[in-house]
């Protein structure tokens, strides 16, 4: 009887560590559920039918690409690198614009009253022909006429118009060799006669009795306030009566971007 018993007991605590090691597993594993799976779900189902749909789209997108050949997805991907390039080189051009309007802007602060002027872009064109014309995008459809005075920063006399189209003009540079013309000395204020040496330059002759300072202002004559040179040197022979004046346009001749023209 006694064997009996203790044998009994022996299964009894058997049985009992079994359940007790049972009951650990299965509070373990409900909280790994919990924690793990039933929380996420539930959260993502809290998102509404949108969080369902692009779920299946994207496994069915995924499953489409795992599908797909390989040259259609190569083909698809240099179609995606072509839009990227077209798209960079649209927003270049979206900040060179950007960047034109800054200058015009900054350009038209210059001027005094912007309704008296015709705003004009220097069209490109060759440096040799920069030094003696230039060609801007405004003609006669905008107002444009042949012997308007063109001016830079609304300060500075560039030339005149010296020949028109519907939408474009041709400006002929006081430092340009076909010019001849009037020049003011500003020192002084006498009318003297100037003739263009291209490459942004012009020579004036003028008596060794007028007094001519390196730095001194020449004006249009028409508009005083319009400086179109500045003088650079002064040669003069004591045997020749008349001292020669080099002047330079004021100006970066290369690097203009945009004129106005007086009207």
Wanted: charged share 15%; aromatic share 6%; hydrophobic share 45%.
């Amino acid at each position: 009887m006694t064997h009996y018993r203790f044998d009994n007991q022996e299964k009894k605590r058997s049985v009992s560590r079994t359940k007790w090691i049972t009951g650990v597993l299965f509070v373990v594993a409900a909280v790994v559920l919990i924690v793990f799976i039933v929380a996420p779900a539930i959260q993502n189902f809290s998102r509404g039918p949108a969080w369902a749909r692009n779920t299946l789209v994207q496994s069915t997108s995924d499953a489409v690409t795992l599908l797909t050949p390989k040259k259609v997805l190569i083909a698809k991907i240099n179609t995606l690198e072509a839009q990227i390039q077209s798209d960079q080189a649209s927003l270049v051009a979206m900040q060179d614009l950007e960047s034109q309007n800054t200058a015009l802007r900054t350009e038209l602060s210059y001027v005094s009253h912007p309704s008296d002027v015709i705003a004009a872009q220097v069209l490109d064109i060759s440096s040799q022909s920069l030094y003696n014309n230039l060609v801007i995008d405004r003609g006669s459809n905008d107002g444009v006429r042949v012997g308007q005075l063109v001016t830079a920063q609304g300060t500075v006399g560039l030339g005149t118009v010296a020949s028109v189209s519907a939408k474009t003009a041709t400006v002929m540079l006081f430092s340009g060799p076909q010019f001849s013309g009037d020049v003011l000395m500003k020192s002084e204020n006498i009318t003297v006669p100037a003739t263009g040496q291209g490459g942004g330059t012009f020579e004036i002759h003028i008596p060794q009795s007028i007094t001519v300072s390196k730095g001194e202002l020449i004006a249009f004559p028409n508009s005083p306030d319009i400086s179109i040179g500045v003088v650079q040197s002064i040669m003069f022979d004591p045997r020749n009566p008349f001292q020669t004046v080099l002047a330079r346009t004021p100006v970066n001749l290369q690097e203009l971007r945009f004129v106005e023209v007086v009207k």
